[in-house]
């Protein structure tokens, strides 16, 4: 039994209890290009609402989830519901999504007429778009939130909820290796895998589970990694023709931008892929306090401070040529470290 305690529950939780007391039918919306924490979140809520008496619908389009990440939905029994049974529901919750044009929801926020929207996010970028609004910057993750929130709704942390919400923390924050690791989500960690979380396999299936396609594409990751004069700059990138070269697809873009930031030195790491022919995104990372959401604002991008991405239209060269020299003269202005 969890005796964890909220001490300084804010005004947005005690709102997102409501709504959700109030709700019958609730739909559970991540975002588009869905990460391990976007899954995880809603996972963990698919796993609990039952217990409560409520009936989740997960917004999972066809072909949205990558091969890696099927897993957690597998594993939680996730199933997408019908765009006619998210129309129906009483409660949308949007989770770890910035923007509601970002909804992984076909025909977006607008095909859910009438729906009242709940939006629990960690991303500093978010615009509120919800409702009820509940968003906390400093969290290392969503699926940290939604342990929160499960707590206080009095939900049981089965192992299978633990190990979607462990999912969620690990990968936001890259094995609990960045700025974003906290003693708070150390600690959510320790009382998930307290729980029953399977650590162990969330790791493999996270980190050491490649397809062959997958080992492909991070092979023309490390051919095309370049770094700028300065040695504070790195990139790389997959044109359509590689990445379908490889056997992959847009969905199995990923975290690869971790190739070209494992650089000694590097400020920020840049990752352009063209998935579908014609649309490039960039991932963009920064190392230490390096700041990149003001530069993948820039390019219309949102996200976090050392976590961002953009999604701009034109072919890989053309992309490339107008962000890679913006890139090189942001960090040639960053202070010396
Ligand atoms: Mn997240």
């Not at 709102?15 to 963990?44: C, F, N, W, Y």
């Not at 400020?267 to 649309?279: C, N, Q, S, V, W």
Request: glycine share 10%; proline share 5%.
């Amino acid at each position: 039994m969890d005796t964890h305690v909220i001490d300084h529950a804010p005004p947005a939780l005690a709102e997102a209890l409501q709504a959700i007391r109030s709700a019958k039918r609730v739909a559970l919306i991540g975002h588009v290009t869905p990460d391990a924490d976007s899954l995880g979140a809603m996972a963990g809520l698919w796993l609990a609402l039952p217990e409560l008496g409520k009936h989740p619908f997960a917004a999972l389009p066809t072909g949205t989830v990558s091969r890696r990440l099927e897993y957690l939905v597998r594993h939680a029994g996730m199933r997408g519901a019908s765009p006619a049974d998210l129309q129906r529901c009483d409660l949308a919750i949007t989770l770890d999504t910035a923007r509601d044009r970002r909804v992984n929801v076909e025909g977006k926020l607008e095909s859910l007429p009438g729906v009242p929207v709940l939006n629990i996010d960690h991303h500093s970028t978010n615009t509120g778009f919800g409702r009820w609004n509940w968003v906390e910057p400093q969290r290392s993750s969503t699926s940290e939130m939604v342990y929160e929130l499960l707590l206080a709704l009095g939900c049981q942390l089965t192992p299978t909820v633990a190990t979607v919400l462990y999912a969620g923390i690990h990968s936001d924050t890259h094995g609990f290796s960045l700025s974003n690791t906290t003693a708070r989500s150390l600690e959510v960690a320790h009382r998930l895998a307290a729980s029953g979380a399977r650590v162990h396999e969330v790791c493999e299936r996270l980190n050491r589970s490649l397809a062959r396609g997958e080992f492909e594409l991070l092979k023309v990751i490390f051919a095309n990694t370049r770094v700028s004069p300065d040695g504070r700059l790195a990139w790389s990138s997959a044109s359509h023709d590689e990445i379908v070269a490889t056997g992959c697809g847009p969905s199995d873009v990923d975290d690869q931008v971790e190739v070209p930031r494992r650089i000694e030195g590097i400020r920020a790491a840049l990752l352009f892929t063209e998935g579908d022919p014609g649309k490039v995104r960039i991932n963009f990372r920064g190392e230490g306090p390096t700041d990149v959401l003001a530069l993948a604002q820039q390019f219309g991008g949102g996200g976090h401070r050392s976590s961002a991405g953009a999604m701009l239209s034109g072919s890989l060269a053309d992309v490339m040529e107008r962000v890679v020299p913006a890139a090189m003269a942001f960090v040639a202005g960053l202070p010396e470290a």
